[in-house]
């Protein structure tokens, strides 16, 4: 399980950086327009704090401190600052799963989420699905909104 999913974290990550280096302008990065009111950055910044929070932090105990409030707040950080963070959470990731132990993901996760008890496996599949859903709001996004 746990090589399945570092495969498709790694694969998707790799995909998020992909779309924001195609912005052909850095700041359209950040645009919002009309119903859109979470721009690409806002997004990343979002997956970058998620991830490294329920992965980084409660499965590898990096010691990440998350500031969801930030992950949207914060504007205009620059691409070059993201891909590095995305990269670093693909580190972290790696080295959480890599670390955990395979028969665990049958046990409960120690958050309650959702408002009920779930597995690590069940969770872990969240979020990859997480990351595929706003991946696909990026790549709308740029497509939409990264006019020159």
């Not at 914060?74 to 799963?97: C, F, G, M, P, Y």
Request: overall charge negative; glycine content about 6%; some cysteine.
């Amino acid at each position: 399980m746990k090589n399945t999913l570092i495969f498709f974290f790694d694969r998707d990550l790799n995909k998020l950086k992909q779309e924001l280096k195609a912005y052909k302008r850095e700041e359209n990065i950040w645009k919002i327009s009309g119903e859109i009111s979470n721009s690409a950055g806002t997004l990343a910044m979002h997956l970058i704090g998620n991830l490294n929070h329920y992965i980084g932090c409660e499965m590898g105990n990096s010691g990440y401190i998350r500031d969801r409030e930030a992950e949207f707040s914060l504007k205009n950080v620059s691409r070059n600052d993201i891909l590095q963070d995305i990269d670093e959470t693909r580190q972290v990731i790696a080295n959480a799963l890599l670390k955990f132990p395979e028969d665990w993901f049958d046990r409960i996760y120690p958050l309650e989420e959702f408002g009920y008890p779930m597995t690590y496996e069940y969770f872990m599949v969240h979020l990859v699905s997480h990351l595929n859903y706003h991946l696909g709001q990026v790549n709308y996004h740029r497509r939409l909104l990264d006019t020159e």
